[in-house]
């Protein structure tokens, strides 16, 4: 067996593969091309076009991350290999983190806090009760169930939404056009934890955005595609008059790192994290990887991502 591996520690997935399967030969896309030529696996995130391009006889792609949008759109994907993805492999628990933070960051008032803080303004707000902060979460995938449940357990009403039907306990699942709508129309907090596909880019764009009930806050961690950037500025207002959406909490962009004349950094009403709202957690998808290949290698392929769907 031969897997080639391509991300930022390469050096450390070898050495774990490496250690799972020791008569299999593991490398590096650093390694010279007649090594990395007819590999069975490629374990990979954003491979660059010539390593998918050289392989012939590739059993299985597994992609290292939770997000496909990536490895779908290199041309050089082959159609007839599946495609794996890393699925929660420990990711979930700190997203989940992430969205309750930023839930909290408007709930609690702190993005109004912080602006007083500037004027040294000293006025307590009134704090809503939950009961009236409903949750918005779209997409329920491995990561978006579990971000839901937990703002579920920590007290929020949570609307989530996907594209068919789910049952998940504790939360109002919608799914379709009208289950969009629905959860829109109620959302204090709109979560987007959906993955980035023809059906999703631009799902959020000023006519949903306005769905909204006025002072709605939105946080973003699932792929910069899925919002219309222009769209939302417009919806957070200019300067100190604020606009419908009282803020928004955003890790990911459609151009990433984030440009630095992008209007959004200086937004008086966004604050900005760079893509880290869930790092992988290299041990949790390492045995993640390790149960696949072993799932291959006994003539089973492990779960495929479906391309038409996109995720
Ligand atoms: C990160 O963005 C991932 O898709 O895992």
Redesign the pocket.
């Known amino acids: 067996m031969k897997i080639v591996v391509h991300n930022d520690n390469p050096d450390r997935w070898c050495r774990a593969l490496q250690a799972a399967f020791p008569r299999a030969t593991v490398v590096t896309a650093e390694a010279p091309a007649e090594v990395r030529r007819g590999a069975d696996y490629l374990a990979v995130w954003q491979p660059p076009e010539w390593l998918l391009a050289e392989q012939t006889q590739l059993k299985g792609i597994i992609n290292l991350?939770?997000?496909v949008d990536a490895l779908l759109d290199n041309p050089e994907l082959p159609a007839d290999v599946p495609v794996i993805k890393?699925r929660d492999a420990g990711?979930a628990a700190p997203m989940a983190d992430y969205v309750l933070y930023g839930v909290l960051h408007f709930y609690r008032g702190f993005d109004g806090y912080d602006h007083q803080q500037q004027q040294a303004r000293w006025a307590p707000q009134p704090l809503p009760d939950k009961a009236d902060w409903p949750v918005g979460v779209l997409g329920l995938g491995a990561i978006g169930r579990h971000v839901a449940q937990a703002l579920a357990e920590a007290g929020f009403p949570v609307l989530g939404w996907s594209r068919s039907a789910k049952h998940l306990d504790g939360v109002d699942c919608r799914h379709g056009e009208d289950g969009l709508d629905a959860v829109l129309a109620q959302a204090q907090s709109l979560v987007t934890l959906l993955p980035d596909t023809a059906d999703t880019r631009g799902l959020i764009n000023a006519e949903r955005l306005a769905k909204l009930p006025p002072g709605a806050s939105l946080i973003n961690p699932g792929r910069g595609a899925l919002i219309d950037e222009s769209a939302l500025l417009d919806a957070l207002g200019d300067g100190d008059t604020p606009g419908h959406l009282r803020g928004a909490l955003l890790d990911?962009f459609s151009t990433e790192p984030l440009p630095d004349d992008n209007p959004l950094w200086q937004h008086p009403r966004v604050w900005i994290t760079p893509?880290t709202s869930?790092p992988?957690p290299l041990d949790g998808a390492i045995d993640q990887v390790i149960r696949y290949l072993h799932s291959f290698e006994a003539g089973k392929t492990p779960t495929a991502v479906n391309p038409d769907a996109g995720y």
């Open positions: 991350g939770a997000g890393l990711m990911v893509h869930a992988t």
